[in-house]
T-cell receptor, first 112, second 112 residues
Framework: AQSVTQPDIHITVSEGASLELRCNYS??????LFWYVQSPGQGLQLLLK??????LVQGIKGFEAEFKRSQSSFNLRKPSVHWSDAAEYFC??????????FGKGTHLIIQP | DAGVTQSPTHLIKTRGQHVTLRCSPI?????VSWYQQVLGQGPQFIFQ???????GRGNFPDRFSARQFPNYSSELNVNALLLGDSALYLC???????????FGEGSRLTVL
């Protein structure tokens, strides 16, 4: 079964600093991978997705992620975080009739 | 355009009761999925419906059921409520059977 692991439960970053959230996937073939963000009162929003092709994926709000098959990783990055980026971030795999499989999430805290 | 709407937003039930949660997808979307999010965890897949037929089911007991109506709206029913059913129930819609999911803000169920 497809699965993803997010090793960091909490991450604290200073405003303006760079960000990298880690995600490792477990799947034999090329997986479908996503990053979703969940903010209070705003529901889950798709940041970016990877199905195939270019391994560097650009998303909304200045986020990007890189698919690395050799490391089974799909880390999320942002060069400079803003206070509004504080939220819960989920690495996700799957889709279709099997549904999405979410990681446990990384809670991002932004220090002023 | 309206996003995915869910009702009610909050509700409190007692053990043994049943609950019906409702979801209206984005206009034009034919697929609706349901997820359960327990506090501190990532969402877990419950059901997917496409063109009014169940296309996928997660690992949930038969107390959970759902249906999709001709206008593509959907209901999630949970019978014989347990304390462990307390969670945020998320509905998501997509245009086709696979593809990007758009989530509603959820219905928060508390079982006492």
């Amino acid at each position: 079964a497809q699965s993803v692991t997010q090793p960091d439960i909490h991450i604290t970053v200073s405003e303006g600093a760079s960000l990298e959230l880690r995600c490792n996937y477990s799947y034999g073939a090329t997986p479908y991978l996503f990053w979703y963000v969940q903010s209070p009162g705003q529901g889950l929003q798709l940041l970016l997705k990877y199905f195939s092709g270019d391994t560097l994926v650009q998303g909304i709000k200045g986020f990007e992620a890189e698919f690395k098959r050799s490391q089974s990783s799909f880390n999320l990055r942002k060069p400079s975080v803003h206070w509004s980026d504080a939220a819960e971030y989920f690495c996700v795999t799957g889709g279709g009739a099997d549904g999405l499989t979410f990681g446990k999430g990384t809670h991002l805290i932004i220090q002023p | 355009d309206a996003g995915v709407t869910q009702s009610p937003t909050h509700l409190i039930k007692t053990r043994g009761q049943h609950v019906t949660l409702r979801c209206s997808p984005i206009s034009g979307h034919k697929s609706v999925s349901w997820y359960q999010q327990v506090l501190g965890q990532g969402p877990q897949f419950i059901f997917q419906y496409y063109e009014k037929e169940e296309r996928g089911r997660g690992n949930f007991p038969d107390r959970f059921s759902a249906r999709q109506f001709p206008n593509y709206s959907s209901e999630l029913n949970v019978n014989a409520l347990l304390l462990g059913d307390s969670a945020l129930y998320l509905c998501a819609s997509s245009f086709e059977n696979t593809g990007e999911l758009f989530f509603g803000e959820g219905s928060r169920l508390t079982v006492l």
